[in-house]
T-cell receptor, first 109, second 114 residues
């Protein structure tokens, strides 16, 4: 079966750095997405990785290792507004997205 | 620019009643359209997707149905709701013709079945 694993919840301090991991086992691979979802709102797109390596976008970076079936989302200089759930999703060989359950990130002052 | 809007945002329905959620996309043509359901503590579950008018693919057997009467309109329906239909429903679109590319989500509709 297809499976996406990410931690259920993480806590970090304002101004710090946090890394949210995602491991996957899917039928084929056509890219990995990270989305941010604030409570009660729709997910919004953060990043897309299809090749190995690090993609940086401002305070957010996403890393992919296809051989390990592993990705992480790195958030730097954490702000209170970064409190949200972070969803990892993999596009399989049929170009369908397989979603993880999300990681709820709690930022403390 | 492209926008996506779904409604209603919140609804409370009794078991056995019908359902209609609507989703409209503006600023793009021939999009791929999707209906997802999100249950607490679980990943997004794809319910239906459509690559064109009248073309609906169902991913999960259930008492829900979907229709695409116009290029930019996607409707999720049920004739008789079950308690298990409660959840957060999300409509999404992606540029048609592209296999990859990110999804853009509507605001979501929270359904409570009592």
């Amino acid at each position: 079966g297809q499976n996406i694993d990410q931690p259920t919840e993480m806590t970090a301090t304002e101004g710090a750095i946090v890394q949210i991991n995602c491991t996957y086992q899917t039928s084929g691979f056509n890219g990995l997405f990270w989305y941010q979802q604030h409570a009660g709102e729709a997910p919004t797109f953060l990043s897309y990785n299809v090749l190995d390596g690090l993609e940086e976008k401002g305070r957010f970076s996403s890393f992919l290792s296809r051989s390990k079936g592993y990705s992480y989302l790195l958030l730097k200089e954490l702000q209170m507004k970064d409190s949200a759930s972070y969803l990892c999703a993999v596009m399989d060989s049929n170009y369908q997205l397989i979603w993880g359950a999300g990681t709820k990130l709690i930022i403390k002052p | 620019s492209q926008t996506i809007h779904q409604w209603p945002a919140t609804l409370v329905q009794p078991v056995g009643s019908p359902l209609s959620l609507e989703c409209t996309v503006e600023g793009t043509s021939n999009p791929n359209l999707y209906w997802y359901r999100q249950a607490a503590g679980r990943g997004l579950q794809l319910l239906f997707y459509s690559v064109g008018i009248g073309q609906i693919s169902s991913e999960v057997p259930q008492n829900l149905s979907a229709s695409r009467p116009q290029d930019r309109q996607f409707i999720l329906s049920s004739k008789k709701l079950l308690l298990s239909d409660s959840g957060f429903y999300l409509c999404a679109w992606k540029a048609g013709g592209l296999d990859t590319g990110e999804l853009f989500f509507g605001e979501g509709s929270r359904l409570t079945v009592l």
